[in-house]
């Protein structure tokens, strides 16, 4: 069916459809911020919550989590931390005061063959 002529689709069509491989009227997007954009983004758009931002800008994608009770991460003397998933992260800071977490490595970043990727034991 040629989407151009069913008209709008929701968000969560759009995605559903994007995992199938399937024609859609746009790439499904998703939209991640440090707290203070999203505050400047509530007070600029005029609404009170960050899921209101989303819809407002057009965003598909919704972050959904349980609460973590595995393993504790494995912090290194440097501060830096593996998570359950293998990742390398730190702890930094913005000009604005936001505490986040970035990457501190990227463990196959010297990787050179697909064996060197199929063979990694994160």
Sequence with gaps: ???????????????????????????PFDFWAVPEVCAALRQRLGVETDEEVLCLLGV??????????????????????FDA??????????SFGSIYDEYASFPLA???TAAEVETWDG
């Design 85 to 94: 998933w293998g990742t390398h992260r730190r702890k930094v800071s913005n």
């Design 110 to 112: 010297g990787a050179q």
């Design 60 to 81: 598909d994608c919704r972050l959904v989590a349980p609460d973590y009770v595995g393993p504790a991460p494995r912090v290194q003397p440097d501060g830096t931390y």
């Design 1 to 27: 069916m040629d989407v151009r002529k069913r008209g709008p689709i929701t968000p969560r069509e759009r995605v559903k459809g994007a995992l199938r491989h399937q024609e859609s009227d746009r790439v």
